[in-house]
């Protein structure tokens, strides 16, 4: 594909305009202590409306997003997001309500949430499920304090201090765990999948839970599922299940079949919310009869016809975040459920993962892919002999933007060398798919100059990392502070 | 059905060929049959028509606050929202992208992003800023959590004004660790610190940060702010801000906080239940590398370009995994957006004068309410700004606001605990009140009219 993205030389907001000027405090200003009042008036540009309008909108220009390209970042999920959501989203029913309303005025929002809560519960096959969690790695960290409240009361808080997680674990999975005050415990995998004969040697009297994905970020099903959950039950742990890649099983299986305790899911991913250019996100909890106690209050409630919001759970953890979660993206994946329905839902994990052992398989002659062929949702490849031409993965990363495509998940899982986490989801046609392949192609069999260059029709070229993170500049202050030739205050590497 | 999922089933069976196979349930032969599914028991799906209707006839059983004499305040924040800010929001090329991680792919949110975080660093008056938390509650989680890291102790201090729902967010963010989160009592009559008691706390030792809220949880100012750096010595001081009090406020950074969190929803997005809204961090760059979260940095291109990307990654879990500063991964950039783009939108002088108007509709609001008998407007006598607190004498905030909802009022939040309520909470019969616009008189009002009529005796037993 011919592809060249604008190439503005958009300068930072502060330079289109001038500062503000000092004036005469208002009278609701006057009212504030001396001391306590803005002595520099705020430093930001008085700007006209369509100034700040084409200065936005420029920048939109020198955006990859999934309306104009494909973007296979592998555990992601990137599929569409529906059109007719955006539009149910911006209904005054749905923005203009405060969460401190009277119950009485909400009556259609928590009854929103309880349908969405009660279609997730059959999703998962869990009873109880909670939308509060603005993502995944706050639905994980919850999930964890449950099941920390869960041994708590039990009297087995005190030994069971350890999580244990496959090497193939998201990175928030030991970073929720090391959060909780666990001791996270990474067990290495074999053939891409859960090593049994090493979860058996690493679970015990100490094991808090076990934190999987599965179909794992080797895009494998985990087939000794039931093994696995037998082993971690039987030492008296419990399982987490981490709903990051449940694309791949919708219909298929769930967490509640497959004997977990309790799962987090993404409805920016399985269920289609915009990413946002990193968020927002929303987060599920879904739990099992013996952990839902635990939930995060408030819990919505439905008595007769009408809905409210229950706060008397003496075991719940209580509150991870204010409000009750992010509605307006439950409000999208709510309109995603019902537009889809049971056979719309099945429907989309038969095409994704159809749509990744194709791709798999095509892009195989390019490049090898570990482990064993059938993949589900989203499958790896090592850029490990692209090295013998001196060219590593980040530059064929580089290189497949330049065709108008986003770059795979690079570096990930470790397990693989040079690794690339593919995944078209089941909104990408075939048309899109044998595009990536030419594509693909193309860029492994490029010059290692072209790939070490790349990109070239992006509105930058490559982007020294190496530098920002040596100097940083993070804000409008150091790069003035940098023009007036002081030196920013460094920041020390970690430790 | 929807056409989400492209393509004939003729082009679907030709990939199943190419894989030599002839069902698509070949591709689950992997999944044990043990643990197979039948019928989730959901509905049929829906065309695009009926799921509209279908949506439309729950959002309807809603009553917008729009409706409504609107006093609503708190963390949420109802504000006049520019139409330009929708406007950018719903570029495609913003909102369904990804975290940037190919920062060629991605110069424009990225490039939004830094001047994000530069607005914050100004009316924060810290050193830098990250990408953004989830909302002002767990972003003060993050910064008890950084205090900790930079100042050894397992006491945190936090007034007891703090609202419930964020103690208990706080107490979610201590629990991995032996940290004792202590209230510092108000006095009664200001709603301010009690100075005597933080120099009490700190005399008995082991501390590791104090955490204020600028307003704070009545809505008030306190002048004790101002004391606190003294008092800390070297202990990490956290404000929890408000953005638009900060653009009339001396930024903390100027008192001595050393960590700057805030609840940015106000900033361009609509309240919306209450989510989405934005978590707002900030703090000083000699402790960065323990902060949490995505952080942009400038820096150049091959071409020697001004090009933006993700910065001091070292920190973060996709590559520290269990030793990184937190689990946040997915964040709040598309709020963080509309944060920057109504910001500019507004102007510096018009946010000045929208917090000045603000107050002035506050006061005036104080100034009816408090010549209905019943009411105490406001309950305290520090100077506060868009918000402040009232107390109804011997009613429950929660069935005083309840009946004032009857009236076509909403008139405020409560600040009672709705996990245990009863007549031993001390916040059972405040309410925090809030001017929501310019040009309230006609609501203000109708607020004094159903006061006075129900604390009459006028309506339902309150």
New interface residues.
Partial sequence: MTFRQARYEEPPIWELGGSPSTSEPEPGIARIPERLRRREPLRWPELGELEVVRHYTRLSQMNFGIDTMPYPLGSCTMKYNPKVSELLARRREAQELHPGQPEETVQGALELLWRLERGLSRVTGFPEVSLQPAAGAHGEYAALRMVQEYFRDKGELERRREVILPDTAHGTNPASAAMAGFVAREIPSKDGCVDLDRLKEAVGERTAALMLTNPNTAGLFESEIVEIQKTVHAAGGLLYYDGANLNAILGVTHPGKMGFDVAHLNLHKTFATPHGGGGPGAGVLAASERLAPYLPVPRVVKTGRRFRLDYDRPKSIGKIKSAYGNFGLDLRAYVFLLSHGEEGLKRISRRAVLNSNYLAKKLRESLPGPFRPLVKHEFLLSGAPLKARGVRTLDLAKRLLDEGVHAPTIYFPSLVEEALMIEFPETESRRELDGFVEAFRRAVTDTPEALKSAPHSLAVARVDELEAARRPMLSWRDLRNAANLEAPVPVPPPS | ??R????SAE??G???K??GLSD?EE??????R????G??????????PQ??E???K?????????G?ANF?????A?RPI?A?V???L????????????????????L?????F???W???TGL???N??L?????AAGEAL?LSRRIHEGNRFLVPASLSW??R??L??YA???PIRIEEIPFDGATGGLELAAVKAALASGDVFGCLVEVPNGFGH?D?G??ELRALLGAIPLVALADPLA??????PGAWGADIVVG?GQGFGA????????LGLFACR??H??YAPG??????????G?R???L??Q???????????T??????????A?AF??Y???V???G???L??????EA?ALVRDLSKVPGITAPRFSA?Y?SDFTLEVAGHSG?DF??EL?RRKV?G???LSD??SPGPSDPFRSMVRAAATARGQGRARARYVRAARSLLAGGGAAV
């Fill in positions: 059905m929807v989400w999922i492209p393509d082009t679907e030709e990939l199943l190419a894989l698509t591709l689950f032969a992997d999944v044990p043990s643990v197979r599914v019928r989730l028991g959901l509905a049929r799906g829906l065309e695009e799921a509209i279908a949506v439309d729950i959002l309807a059983r809603n009553r917008p606050y729009s409504f609503l305040g708190g963390r949420v109802v520019p330009a929708d406007a950018i719903s570029r495609s090329e913003f909102y369904t992208s990804y975290t940037p991680y190919q920062p060629e792919a991605s110069q424009g949110m490039q939004a992003l830094f001047e975080q530069s607005l660093v100004e009316l050193d830098a800023a990408a953004s989830y909302d002002g509650a767990t959590l729902e964020e208990s967010v107490a979610n629990a991995g660790h100012l002048e702010w101002l900060l653009s009339v406020l001396e930024p609840e609509a309240p919306s239940f209450g989510g989405p809204p760059k000699e960065l590398r995505r952080i942009v940095g400038a820096t150049h291109d091959a071409e370009r090009a933006y990307t910065t001091l070292t920190r973060e879990q996709h590559i520290r995994r269990s030793r990184a937190s689990n946040i991964c997915t964040n709040q950039s598309l709020l957006l920057v783009v910001a500019s939108l102007g510096p002088s946010l000045r004068s917090q000045a108007d603000l107050a002035e006061e100077p700004l929660v606001l309840r909802a909403l405020g939040v409560p709705p996990r």
